[in-house]
């Protein structure tokens, strides 16, 4: 029988400008928003000045500088016609033209815009409540005249003049409001500061990340690959890069149970009746995939689709639901090494950070709602032992992600319920002494969460981790407990990871570390190299002497010269490299190379001894 895969919205959801918006209102403070966002629109009016015809779509301040959308027509630009816009913008600057704000009425910038011809700027305003206020941005010379305006809400710098350096990185496809179903526009990203000699170190800096950028490490260094013929957003692990997610794997596992989690073990997909219950069918199908018979195309009902798991929690409710439990059988933590799949859009793939299919610590722990507060307490210290452990713990910053109150139709549960949820967690949160911040809008549809979110090296923030309070699935599941007075009651649910996806969390650690791993968690932990052939049965014994340690080791048996094998194990960041020679194979020794330098001859038990301490007390030694 046949199947194929389905997407279940017309195209891949592509909410970049969204995620990149809220990042620089996250991360940046106003007054860079204003410099990077007057800088989009001299940008627009640098193209407009050489490209009359272009036409103008959005352009905001991002995390690491901004862009701006534009439909040329049939003309296509691409990195060459970069450095003549970029001598436009410089001149703008040096025009010293001031910033001058001004309103129209809902009717009037309709009609505007219509008279105009910008079309995307009409439907943006067609959109808008008939009674709001529509500003518009101008700039402006000594003399009055405007050389530019732009519909806007703001902040910009008073004056051109306060821009002193300019650098257009690139230029990329990017779909109208970011659906494959509208027209695809040129987006031009770019950069700027006050001074030449930021936008000279930011550009340096950029080179820097470029070269610690996992999607070039991981590969270099075998960790990962990709292929077309797979598909985008589908990495296939090699054995460097299974090796470590094997490490975190077992690490985390045991790491849950010694704090009483449970294992469970559930599908892959399911009938869309599950997510229909949870409300995923409803609230989150476009970001799911579906399989059906290829001889029911065209003629497809939910009853013929299996859905492939966006999450775990409907499954481990089943777990939950098999039987009848009891408030002295909770708190019950359910953990399971979870492969998921969701529909990312096809212009956020990036590497192992990203993807359409990837692997999470999941978990569930179902209390009643006297334990939450002790519960979700354990959650956060979790993560934090697990942040500590890896090494990543002062990277990472707490975001408090709440409802839209003006868009409760995402949600599950009433207005009144998620007030209380959310004023629960943030007393929770201030208990704990965590240091976050609170953002609108990033809550999941059935709860508000705790992210943990985690920059990469080229300063785009993403989440790692999250916890999330759910007072309302246990009620659409039918999940129930027997409380001590002899009444069934709903439970409350904590959604919590503990390292995240293993493929996200593997990304920032090979950006971290440089590929260098500390010791415990290193593919290879140490290689023994003789010096000659007349060395290699010697160099075999050391082999066998680690591996019997259970430490991972390797021989390079190669006939090549020894300068050129322990250049080749550093540039593999193996942690330690065991030269065995004469004088070494005399005394039972190896000379040994650490990442700390050159350390001279030691004994192999000795070795032994330092890289079986490391991986106990998982030493974070780089």
Not at 24 to 33: H, L
Not at 190 to 216: C, I, M, Q, T, Y
Not at 487 to 508: M, N, Q
Request: proline share 4%.
């Amino acid at each position: 029988m046949s199947t194929i895969f389905l997407k279940f919205n017309d195209g891949p959801r592509d909410d970049s400008q969204e995620r990149s918006e809220f990042n620089i209102n996250a991360n940046q403070s106003t007054g860079t928003q204003a410099f990077w966002h007057t800088s989009a629109h001299v940008l627009a009016q640098a193209v407009k000045r050489l490209y009359p015809t272009a036409k103008l779509a959005i352009g905001p301040a991002v995390s690491d500088g901004f862009y701006y959308d534009f439909d040329f027509g049939d003309k296509t630009l691409t990195n060459e016609d970069l450095p003549a816009i970029e001598a436009e913008m410089k001149k703008i600057f040096k025009e010293e033209l001031a910033t001058e704000c001004y309103s129209l009425s809902h009717s009037k910038a309709l009609q505007k815009a219509k008279d105009n011809g910008d079309i995307h700027k009409e439907e943006l305003i067609s959109e808008l409540p008939e009674d709001a206020i529509v500003t518009y941005y101008q700039f402006v010379d000594k003399e009055g005249n405007c050389h530019f305006e732009d519909m806007c809400v703001g902040p910009h710098l008073k004056n051109t003049r306060f821009i002193k350096a300019v650098k257009l990185t690139s230029t990329s496809s990017a779909y109208w409001r970011g659906s494959e179903k509208n027209k695809s526009l040129t987006r031009i990203y770019g950069v700027s500061f006050p001074k030449a000699s930021e936008l000279e170190a930011h550009l340096l800096a950029v080179e820097e990340a470029k070269k610690r950028d996992h999607n070039k490490v991981g590969r270099e260094l075998k960790f990962f690959t990709t292929s077309d013929l797979a598909g985008q957003g589908l990495p296939h692990l090699m054995p460097k890069g299974a090796k470590v997610f094997q490490l975190l794997q077992r690490f985390v596992e045991d790491e849950e149970e010694r704090r009483g989690y449970v294992l469970t073990k559930t599908p892959y997909m399911s009938k869309p009746d599950l997510f229909e219950v949870s409300g995923h069918w409803s609230k989150y199908r476009e970001g799911m995939f579906g399989i059906v018979d290829a001889d029911k195309i065209g003629d497809t009902k939910d009853s013929d689709i299996f859905a492939l798991r966006p999450m775990t929690c409907p499954n481990q409710f089943v777990v939950y639901n098999a039987e009848q439990h009891s408030y002295r059988d909770l708190p019950i933590r359910y953990g399971e090494t979870s492969t998921m799949f969701r529909n990312e859009s096809s212009g956020e793939m990036h590497g192992l950070i990203r993807v359409r299919q990837f692997t999470l610590s999941e978990g569930h722990l179902v209390c009643t709602p006297e334990q939450l507060e002790e519960e979700f307490t354990a959650v956060v210290d979790l993560i934090k032992f697990m942040m500590d452990t890896i090494g990543i713990q002062g990277d990472i910053r707490y975001r408090f992600s709440k409802c839209d109150p003006n868009n409760m139709d995402k949600y599950v549960g009433g207005a009144e319920l998620w007030s209380k949820t959310e004023t629960a967690m943030r007393e929770m949160l201030i208990n704990l002494g965590l240091d976050f911040f609170e953002a609108e809008g990033e809550a999941a549809f059935y709860g508000p969460k705790l992210d943990v979110q985690i920059k990469n090296v080229h300063g785009k923030e993403d989440t790692i981790i999250t916890a999330q309070i759910d007072f309302s699935l246990a009620e659409r599941f039918g999940m129930t407990y027997v409380d001590s007075d002899g009444t069934k009651k709903h439970p409350v649910i904590i959604h919590r990871s503990s390292i995240g996806s293993y493929e996200r969390t593997l990304a920032i650690m090979i950006e971290k570390y440089n590929g260098s791993f500390p010791t415990w968690l290193s593919p290879t932990q140490a290689i023994v190299l003789p010096i000659s052939d007349k060395y290699n049965d010697y160099a075999n014994s050391i082999v066998n002497q680690l591996k019997a340690a259970n430490i991972r080791v390797s021989g390079d048996y190669r006939a090549e010269k020894i300068g050129f094998k322990i250049r080749e194990a550093r540039n593999e960041r193996i942690p330690y490299i065991l030269v065995a020679g004469e004088k070494e194979a005399e005394n039972g020794t190896v000379a040994l190379r650490s990442r700390d330098g050159d350390e001279g001859e030691t004994s192999i038990q000795t070795v032994i001894d330092r890289i079986l301490k490391e991986t106990a007390e998982r030493t974070l030694n780089i």
